[in-house]
């Protein structure tokens, strides 16, 4: 009696561990060097565009890290755009430029943060309502709550608070630091902890979880909290880069929807239990790198939107053939 | 029982059921059912669709809870209000569909909700030897390793995960619902080995629910039938035959299904052929197919049963050669060709390709009428305006069901497989393909399908039957064709045997009877 099908190679494997949303980025970082030095004004391969590319990445890049955990375990968040304004909003309205309130701002939006999150995972959980809706709804609460308070920058952080923004340890700048370790631990949880294997069994099949033992509405709820989180730390960095919180701050930046393309972008399936936080990196670092070649070339605003609508198609296509052919 | 006191008797009982019932809103699903389970047995459990097995079998494993009765296991009495609380009592039970998170590895999956830790961070090193281990103790550590994704395992490899899991939480008794549905016969007998060895070597009793006769007959020691609800009777498998228990079952003999084949008067005209058809998965496919006989068609899983029912309703049309209706050449490019043709298409994935499941029977049935209809016709009530009468097809059918807006999915797969039937019929499909036309359905419900069919054929349809149950090809056809690596290779007449139609599709080399059922 011969076996139907030979054992599988480790190698592949270890192959598949890293995320293909890397190739991509190489392949366009390249493009991106060879078109700005061929047709651009300005040059790409220089510490300061470079640099441009990483900072230019954080708001969107911290926001997605949650994003990534909410489409894994089969959920998403629409309301980190309005929490994004809700922090900026509330801290520099809280500090008024004294550098003493700084630490109770911070702990007031933090708050905010893990409430919100806790609301939108209940209302998922508890209300079974599907999470497009529920923080679709959340997220108009919070604009309405904010545009009855405020209707401009409101108050100001001090500017030893900016350096967060705007200085850095040597050359790398403080808030990429942030990124990078806001994306380090979340991929480390996912990968190293209890809570992120459920993660990933939760978006999987809901279902095999259950009956596996595990407590899906708490894994959801711990999730929405960890999403919530992220918007307020992008929330606060942005603050801290324009110096003061208007309402419109999370909205302009499209930071619901974007945050959701960059994670798809990154290899992670819409539909969950398959991707992950590096991947996610990749995609906000995909986003970057197109935005500063389109600058240094002069490519106007709206063109710049239908070739990022273009390239998130075509790189989401790749993978939607990869799969097709590990399929047959 | 003498002869099961016998045999069990120096050994008690490691599951007792006394007095389980279950009542559903109108229902009730089971009536003072006893089921005793030995360490070390294999028990089968048969029944129709709807007797009770699954419901009974979720009430012992903590799935649901009964209304009625007692549950010990050994000595001791135990009520679960939770599928956990019945794992850690040694209960586990392997569920039809997979229950395997495919992008997580074998081990992440063995140990999923239990994941080892060390300081506080998942144990990985622990977890993937401790699964390697388990693989090692059934020996199949050669062909599934912990670290694989279990999407790049095989069917029977995934179903051999399942049992690791069920091991690894220390199992004393394992419940498994239909676990060959989606194995060949080659992988069947690897589970069926290493569920042997597991009786034996670590007394694990199996509970083994099946349709397949031939495996509960190969594999248990007792069989509990079950109908409707009630114990029929518990057996020592040695001391009965398959058509005692399908009696018991339904009370009926097994070799009764069949209905009389066409006689050389029935068959007519020519309704559709196909003349040298090739596409990827087809090779010089040359057939004809006439008013009032049924052909079956027979082959391995992957010899191009499925794409032959696809390229002539035309989801994966022919490429080339030629194509006639009713004697008119055409083409059939996309099933609204094949639809306005006459064809209809009764797919083998019911649940996937066949259904709405949340619309109305209603619905369900007027569907191809309307799609014929085109996009800007009005939905007609059933029975006006040249619409068909629900009510009609469904008596022609002999559809059962509360009311036709009863939304399909609480039917039996029997009855959608009906109610499938009669959108093809309102469509005025009269050359129809049925692929596997009564995969999980249940015994008596199979009957009627199959009469169903030959009272089709007698009033003049041209019947297509794919099917990898030999007896319903044998007992079903008029016609025999047989495919192997997508050519029709033989085409043998009414009557033929098991062994030939078996030689033919094996490509003449050998007769192993591969995936055939009773």
């Known amino acids: ?328 | 029982m003498n002869a099961s006191a016998n045999v069990n008797g120096e050994k008690k009982p490691i599951v007792r059921m006394t007095g389980i019932t279950k009542r559903f809103p109108g229902v009730v699903a089971l009536n003072q059912v006893s089921l005793e389970i030995y360490p070390g047995e294999i028990h089968g459990l048969v029944g129709e669709n709807g007797a009770g097995k699954s419901t009974l079998m979720k009430i012992l494993v903590g799935a649901y809870q009964p209304d009625e009765g007692e549950i010990y296991l050994g000595d001791e009495r135990v009520t679960f209000s939770h599928p956990q609380e019945a794992q850690r009592k040694g209960l586990s039970i392997i569920y039809q569909e997979f229950n395997l998170l495919p992008d997580r590895t074998v081990a992440e999956n063995v140990f999923l909700g239990r994941e080892p830790l060390r300081h506080g961070l998942v144990d990985y090193r622990q977890m993937n030897a401790q699964t390697m281990a388990l693989l090692q103790q059934l020996d199949v550590h050669h062909m599934i390793s912990p670290e694989v994704y279990v999407r790049d395992l095989s069917v029977a490899q995934q179903q051999i995960v399942e049992i690791v899991r069920a091991l690894s939480l220390d199992s004393r008794v394992l419940v498994m619902d239909e676990p060959t549905s989606a194995l060949s016969e080659t992988e069947v007998e690897i589970l069926f080995n290493l569920i042997r060895n597991l009786t034996v070597e670590r007394n694990l009793a199996v509970i083994y629910i099946s349709h397949r006769l031939r495996e509960i007959f190969d594999l248990t020691q007792r069989i509990t039938v079950l109908k409707d609800g009630n114990v029929v009777k518990t057996v020592q498998t040695c001391d009965v035959t398959p058509n005692d228990v399908v009696r018991m079952m339904v009370g009926r003999e097994l070799n009764e299904y069949y209905p009389p084949k066409a006689s050389s008067s029935d068959v007519r005209e020519v309704a559709l052929r196909v003349v040298n058809g090739s596409n990827a998965r087809l090779k010089g496919i040359n057939l004809e197919l006439r008013r009032g006989e049924v052909v079956g068609v027979a082959g391995l899983q992957g010899s191009g049963r499925t794409e032959l029912a696809k390229a002539l309703f035309g989801v994966e049309p022919f490429t080339s050669g030629s194509v006639e209706v009713n004697g008119r050449a055409v083409r059939l490019d996309s099933p609204m060709d094949a639809i306005r043709c006459g064809i209809g298409f009764l797919t083998e994935d019911r649940k996937r390709e066949g259904i709405l499941p949340s619309q109305s029977i209603r619905d369900n049935v007027l569907l191809a009428f309307r799609a014929l209809r085109g996009v800007f016709s009005i939905n007609y009530r059933d029975g006006v305006r040249g619409t068909p009468s629900v009510a009609e097809l469904g008596k022609r059918v002999d559809l059962r069901a509360p009311s036709y807006e009863t939304q399909i999915r609480y039917l039996s797969g029997g009855n959608q497989q009906k109610a499938i039937l009669a959108r093809w019929l309102a469509s005025g499909a009269n050359i129809l393909i049925f692929d596997e036309p009564t995969r999980g359905i249940d015994v008596s419900a199979k009957a009627g399908i199959h009469n169903l069919l030959r009272d089709l054929a007698k009033n003049g349809a041209a019947i297509l039957m794919i099917s990898s149950e030999l007896p319903e090809i044998i007992g079903m056809s008029d016609r025999v064709l047989v495919m192997h690596e997508g050519r029709l290779v033989a085409e043998l007449p009414a009557g033929v045997s098991e062994t030939d139609i078996m030689l033919a599709a094996t490509g003449g080399r050998e007769t192993h009877s591969e995936e055939t059922t009773i």
């Open chain 1, 1 to 328: 009696m011969t076996h139907t099908t030979p054992p599988v190679k480790m190698t592949l494997t270890r192959l598949r561990a890293i995320p293909p949303a890397y190739f991509i980025l190489l392949g366009i970082f390249c493009a991106a060097w060879l078109v700005v030095e061929l047709f651009g004004t300005g040059s790409f391969m220089n510490p300061d565009t470079l640099t441009n590319i990483l900072v230019r990445s954080v708001a969107l890049g911290i926001v997605a890290v949650g994003q990534s955990y909410a489409i894994l375990s089969g959920s998403l968040d629409l309301s980190v755009a309005y929490l994004i304004s809700v922090t900026a909003v509330m801290s520099s309205f809280i500090m008024q430029g004294d550098p003493q309130r700084v630490p109770l701002a911070l702990a007031v939006v933090l708050a905010i943060g893990v409430f919100v999150g806790l609301i939108n995972g209940l209302i998922i959980t508890r209300l079974k309502i599907h999470p497009f809706i529920a923080t679709l709804s959340t997220s108009l609460m919070m604009k309405g709550l904010l545009d009855t308070g405020f209707q401009n920058f409101a108050g100001s952080v001090p500017k030893s608070f900016q350096a967060l923004a705007y200085d850095g340890w040597g050359p790398i700048p403080y808030s990429v630091l942030l990124f990078l370790v806001v994306a380090v631990v979340g991929e480390f949880i996912l990968r190293r902890t209890r809570f992120g294997s459920h993660v990933y069994a939760v978006g999987g099949n809901r279902e095999v979880a259950r009956l596996s033992g595990i407590r899906t509405a708490r894994v959801l709820m711990g999730v929405h909290v960890l999403v919530s989180l992220t918007a307020v730390l992008s929330g606060i960095f942005i603050v801290s880069r324009l110096g003061s919180g208007a309402p419109w701050v999370g909205p302009d930046g499209a930071y619901d929807l974007e945050s959701i393309a960059a994670v798809v972008v990154g290899g992670t399936a819409l539909s969950g239990g398959r991707g992950s936080v590096a991947g996610t990196v990749a995609g906000v670092l995909i986003f970057g790198v197109l935005d500063t070649m389109f600058n240094l070339l002069g490519v106007g605003a709206f063109l710049k939107l239908v070739l990022r609508g273009v390239i998130i198609i075509a790189a989401v296509a790749s993978y939607a053939i990869r799969s097709k052919h590990e399929v047959a």
